[in-house]
């Protein structure tokens, strides 16, 4: 016997067509298995109204969202297969084209199978309309080490959704029983891990290059709601990759590997993206982003040489994210202020070399174009925009000497004498206004002895004579 499986909650929009995609199939012998997983719309009827219709419907009734103990024989039932049987799974707001079963069956039969595996298009849940789709150039059978080393960047897209797939009794059971999860298990990515489990307990498995799954994008997903439980789940997933490497070719090439920091790199865009969307606080946000950049993986992404990634790439997600983090930090208390200066450092080792931790609120408010551009790296746009700030009309005065000792910082990496002396002056005259005359006093000697002639320090000394007059 062949089983469907769909778990719907509050699908009343879209039920009805995964139900009737499901049912018009040109291979008709399945059983398929339904449950209304604690719905509060008319989900529940819904499948009433087709299990009286269609007697290969075997409707299942939940009170509450996601209780395993109340319909036992819907969750297990991929545990419970006989050997000869197969078993499939479809989303709720998702259909398979009309002949899925029919080839599926035979692509798996005929290449001697434990796992089916199609292309999918993708669609847009406002329009309807088709807005892509991932279907690979010709079909692919890995039955040994050597081909799931050299296929796997190819069919890792198609290992990451349990969708899609006909599966046999040997490959469905391998999967871990929802009320036996380990503590790992993510929530985000649980998908991929009951792929590869399942892959792992099989010889051969295949995909079909045509597309005969047809998935919804819908920014009501889960995909797309932040959970908690986020921040650590894509390392969950990149490290249950690796293990699934090593179990499938008996280690992980450094091609593979390289891949996986691509895929993570990808991950983190896509959860940052999600963070910063949600309604969580700002301090909140920061929080959780620090968290990210202190992992190890983290790290590695962003140091691996070998990565696909160009360099074009990172540095426009990084400058958004830089900006992202930026607006955030214009009004969080120190603590936050503390962790944007950790991600700062983690980014950039050298942020800490040109910004005290001290000063990061200060530049957050008063120069953020500053703040960004170190903890890029992008010294030389620094350098100017601090000369721009501090060289208007108008005599800058700002309640710090940060600007002035970053800018004699950065011209004295870049070896640009005459900013340093700009810059030296600068602070020469914020020192005297300031009243920090004995500062000022020495800096000023010291230059006088480099530049005896030079007009504007000698209008300096005079300035500090007059200052010390008054006092």
Request: hydrophobic share 35%; charged share 30%.
């Amino acid at each position: 016997m062949i089983y469907f499986r769909t778990s719907a909650y509050n699908a009343e929009k879209t039920l009805a067509r995964t139900i009737e995609s499901i049912l018009n199939q040109t291979y008709g012998e399945f059983t398929y298995y339904l449950l209304d997983n604690g719905s509060n719309d008319r989900t529940g009827e819904i499948i009433r109204d087709y299990a009286k219709r269609d007697k290969r419907i075997v409707p299942f009734y939940n009170k509450r969202n996601r209780d395993y103990t109340e319909n036992p024989d819907f969750y297990f039932i991929s545990h419970r297969l006989e050997d000869e049987d197969y078993f499939c799974i479809l989303d709720a707001d998702d259909v398979y084209e009309p002949t899925f079963l029919e080839e599926m069956l035979k692509f798996l039969t005929e290449n001697e199978l434990d796992i089916a595996i199609c292309g999918s298009k993708f669609i847009d849940a406002t329009t309807g309309k088709v807005c892509g789709e991932h279907v690979l150039q010709h079909d692919y059978v890995l039955d040994d080490a050597q081909s799931f080393e050299a296929y796997f960047p190819i069919i890792h897209w198609n290992l990451r959704q349990v969708w899609g797939k006909l599966y046999t009794a040997k490959a469905a059971r391998a999967g871990y029983k929802a009320t036996e999860q380990p503590d790992w298990f993510p929530n985000y990515g649980s998908d991929t891990i009951q792929v590869y489990k399942r892959v792992e307990a099989s010889e051969r498995i295949g995909v079909y290059a045509k597309a005969l799954h047809c998935y919804t994008i819908s920014q009501g997903s889960g995909s797309y709601r932040w959970d908690e439980s986020r921040k650590t789940d894509d390392f969950v997933v990149f490290e249950k990759a690796k293990e699934f490497l090593e179990q499938k070719c008996g280690g992980v090439s450094g091609r593979n590997l390289s891949f996986l920091y691509d895929v993570q790199f990808n991950a983190l865009k896509d959860t940052l993206r999600v963070l910063y969307r949600s309604d969580l606080a700002p301090e909140c946000k920061i929080s959780v982003t620090k968290e990210i950049f202190r992992h190890p993986v983290t790290k590695a992404v962003f140091v691996e040489e070998t990565m696909s990634v160009t360099k074009e790439n990172k540095t426009e997600f990084l400058t958004g994210l830089v900006c992202q983090l930026i607006e955030l930090a214009q009004n969080v208390d120190a603590s936050s202020l503390s962790d944007v200066f950790e991600i700062f450092s983690s980014l950039n080792v050298n942020f800490p070399r040109f910004i005290a931790e001290e000063s990061v609120g200060w530049y957050v408010k008063m120069l953020p174009v500053v703040i960004r551009n170190i903890a890029l790296g992008e010294y030389e746009y620094a350098m100017n925009n601090l000369i721009v700030y501090l060289g208007g009309d108008k005599e800058t005065k700002p309640e710090s000497d940060f600007p002035f000792v970053l800018g004699q910082m950065l011209a004295a990496m870049r070896e640009e004498e005459q900013k340093y002396i700009f810059f030296s002056k600068k602070l020469i005259h914020w020192c005297i206004e300031n009243n920090q005359l004995e500062r000022a006093r020495y800096d000023l000697n010291d230059w006088l002895k480099i530049l005896p002639e030079d007009e504007e320090l000698k209008e300096l000394s005079k300035k500090i004579s007059a200052f010390s007059g008054a006092k």
